[in-house]
């Protein structure tokens, strides 16, 4: 038996590095064709000019403007669709299982309810919408983190469900509240602390959710990002290839750290 | 009563922000699928569903989304099989499914030039195959712009959502299952027919549903990388809505959009029935 076993993992380690193998050089040689594209220079040769040029940011706003505008409204919708997501979100779901619990099903709906509707749907609905914004605030590209957030709420849902079932809220609130604390003191203090990890974990996802987000702001005529690059793409290639590899890049390194937050939960959760 | 009210109150910000942005946007395509320029009740925007070009979108988008689940499915789930073999802790793991959750989810534009950078007309490995093996692998036309590019672009993106979402199933076999059906006897091939393979079979159906789903409302891709015409139902609905020539046709536009919600939600509904088939074992 003991045999069999060891055996079986020789085999399922083969396995393993076989997929792994030939799978990681399908998928890594569009990559590195992106790569290879930038870094070809005049006559063939290898030039590292683009990428001299993406981190000279002053250079690169003066020869691409298009890209520095898309990059300075990501960069801010960034920022502004991740305190939204965790604002509105973080208090609403942690309130509903302490005090609303018949309400539940209801807010879970509506959080997922943006993975039924593919972003080319609620583009067409939201340009009305985005009318009345318009109207009220302006029609600045970085209004568009008021529809990122809501592309944002499965995947930021789902992490805060998630960090949330694994501690026991009504306690620790019932805990804090006997103690004379107000609800504010139980949110900052009690609950966020136990589920910080789950918060992170949702804001890194809206980054890289953010990052990529080409649909809407395209089809509302805004610029970010992305619409930066599809629109450089015809004209410059090299610098758009570049560029979309580095937001490429970023994400990867986002998730990656992610990973790491999850594993140091499990750990605590078993010295616990 | 006083106290409920109160209560309700601290839902109120999360429901107004998601009633004006998700849900008055659904209602806004729902309701406008139904009428015409001037805000009458209609059918023609519906029955406008049944002109050819429309159809062919909508077959087109369907024959897309399912050959590129079907593919992903099976490359995915042997790519999935092959992580769990591993530690949940080791590098291997993580990096594959961070890098899987990265082009699963957020390539969008990315994938179309990264595939224009490779099989493109001046792309890595066409000038490869071109100059070294003089093979031309466009000598039949340039079809990566077009329905088979995305065949190959979408699958692309599919496997690694398939990982994504196929893992927590893998995860939830036991080795004691695996011993269990040893010390009675059964070989290796018996073990993965009568047992892995039937707990495995509703999460592996499922898995590929959400995968044609989410290769049903992709756009991103196929903005950036289809040149001439609208193959697909996403490009129909942005010709829809940035044609100024025809005027009444962003509410067909709002029936498309309407149409892919429905094909969406139906696909969803049965995603949904087993994924609570599989957690009755695999949780």
Known sequence: MAGLVRRRARRQRVLRWVVVGVLSIVFLLPLFALLEFTTRGPGGKLSWDTWRLLVDWRQLSETYPVLWTGMKASFWLVLLSVALTLVLLVPTVVWVRLRLPGLRRLVEFLCLLPLTIPAIVLVVGLAPVYAWVVYFVGGSSVTLFLAYTILALPFAYRAIDTGLSAIDVRTLAEAARSLGAGWLTVMWRVVLPNIRSAVLSAAFLTVALVLGEFTIASLLSRDNLQVAINQLGKSSATISFAVSLAALVLAFVLLYLLSFVGRRRRRERSVS | ?283
């Open chain 2, 1 to 283: 009563m006083s106290r409920r009210l109160r209560d309700l109150l601290g839902v109120v910000p999360f429901l107004v922000f998601v009633g004006i942005f998700l849900v008055v946007p659904t209602l806004v395509v729902a309701i406008g699928a139904f009428l015409d320029e001037d805000n009458r009740a209609t059918l023609d925007n519906v029955t406008a569903l049944a002109d050819g070009y429309i159809v062919q979108a909508f077959v087109r988008s369907i024959v897309l989304s399912a050959v590129t689940a079907i593919l992903g499915a099976v490359i995915g789930a042997l790519l999935g099989y092959a992580l769990v073999t591993a530690k949940p802790d080791s590098t291997v793991r993580r990096v594959v499914t961070s890098a899987c959750g990265v082009l699963a989810q957020f390539g969008g534009v990315t994938l179309a030039f990264a595939f224009m950078a490779t099989i493109g007309l001046s792309g890595f490995v066409t000038l490869f195959l071109r100059d070294s093996l003089g093979i031309d692998i466009f000598s039949g036309g340039v079809w990566l712009y077009d329905l088979p590019g995305l065949v190959l672009v979408y699958t692309y993106f599919q496997i690694p959502l398939m990982v994504i979402v196929f893992l927590p199933a893998l995860d939830g076999i036991r080795p004691q299952w695996r011993e269990a059906t040893e010390s009675l006897g059964g070989s290796t091939w018996y073990y993965w027919r009568r047992v892995a393979g039937p707990l495995l079979a509703p999460a592996f159906i499922g898995s590929t549903l959400l995968l044609f789903a989410n290769a049903f409302s992709a756009y991103a891709t196929a903005a950036a990388l289809v040149s001439q015409g609208s193959p697909i139902v996403p490009l129909q609905i942005r010709s829809a809505l940035t044609s100024e020539v025809l005027l009444g046709r962003e509410n067909v536009g709002k029936a498309m959009a309407l149409g892919m919600v429905v094909v969406v939600a139906v696909v969803m509904a049965l995603y949904a029935v087993l994924q609570r088939r599989t957690s009755r074992w695999l949780d």
